[in-house]
């Protein structure tokens, strides 16, 4: 069974970092891209970053860009999402999510579009002013 578990996630004041993580088990790490939704009160759930992990692409949402860094350690099955300058706006619950990535098609496009198989439990993010 695909399985994706979050942790990291906590309470900071503005301007401070928090970095999540998403161990994966149950399927071929290599065949997927994996990252990060966040969903905040009142808001429409938004993708914000993901990665390939056959070649390490990337894709930001420019809400992040800049200050989140993702990565994947692929001998522990794992995706880091490393969150700098955290501002109030980027509070709310974060999930990891995944699924197979079909190579030649734009990779963010295609985590935000498809309908993902693999959900995590989410972490709550909270930032302060």
């Known amino acids: 069974e695909a399985q994706l578990v979050e942790s990291g996630g906590g309470l900071v004041q503005a301007g401070g970092s928090l970095r999540l993580s998403c161990a994966a088990s149950?399927?071929?790490?290599?065949?997927?891209?994996i990252g990060w939704f966040r969903q905040a009160p009142g808001k429409e759930r938004e993708g914000i970053s993901c990665?390939?992990?056959?070649?390490?692409?990337?894709y930001y949402a420019d809400s992040v860009e800049g200050r989140f860094t993702i990565a994947s350690d692929n001998a522990k099955n794992t995706v880091y999402l490393q969150m700098n300058g955290l501002q109030p706006e980027d509070t709310g619950v974060y999930f990891c999510?995944?699924?197979?990535?079909?190579?030649?098609?734009?990779?963010?496009?295609?985590?935000?579009?498809?309908?993902?198989?693999?959900w995590g439990q989410g972490t709550q993010v909270t930032v302060s002013s």
């Open positions: 999510a995944g699924d197979e990535y079909i190579r030649g098609y734009n990779l963010g496009y295609q985590f935000r579009t498809t309908d993902l198989g693999t």
């Open positions: 149950g399927f071929t790490f290599d065949d997927y891209m």
């Open positions: 990665i390939s992990i056959i070649d390490g692409g990337t």
